[in-house]
């Protein structure tokens, strides 16, 4: 299959794009970027946190990211328990480094959180 153009983003890159996405975010969804050890070596990713309502609603929205992923043929490490998801955005084509596919991704991620944001009850303080 053919690979896209990956453009590896720089830390001031990755840090204005999750600096961006993150203001109009409350406590779910909030994205940054770290970096660790692991069975690769040194593994640079995008990371966030979501919850929902039901475990119903955590399955739709799950199976509306991997069609997108399909879509865009860049694919997440999920972790899911009940209604928790956790994202890890990497690209393991160029060494597990952060690229612009991982920003678009994560894009249609946010995307598709949209319709369920409101639906979770968030601390009265910011409601
Ligand atoms: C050929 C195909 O597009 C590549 O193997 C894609 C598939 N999905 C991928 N997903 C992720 N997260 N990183 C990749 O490097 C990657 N490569």
Redesign the pocket.
């Known amino acids: 299959?053919?690979?896209?153009n990956?453009v590896v983003l720089t830390k001031d890159a990755i840090q204005s794009w999750t600096k961006n996405a993150n203001a109009s975010a409350a406590s779910i969804g909030i994205w940054s970027h770290s970096r660790r050890p692991s069975s690769y070596g040194e593994t640079d990713f995008l990371h966030a946190n979501y919850e929902f309502k039901t475990f119903k609603d955590t399955w739709k929205f799950l199976n509306k990211v991997a069609d997108g992923?399909n879509s865009l043929?860049?694919?997440?490490?999920i972790t899911t328990t009940y209604n928790k998801v956790e994202f890890l955005?990497?690209?393991?084509?160029?060494g597990h480094r952060v690229t612009n596919?991982?920003i678009e991704?994560a894009e249609a991620i946010r995307k598709e959180f949209h319709p369920f944001d409101k639906e979770v009850d968030k601390p009265a303080f910011e409601k």
């Open positions: 299959m053919k690979k896209p990956y992923a043929k860049h694919h997440p490490t955005l990497t690209t393991h084509d160029v596919m991982d991704l």
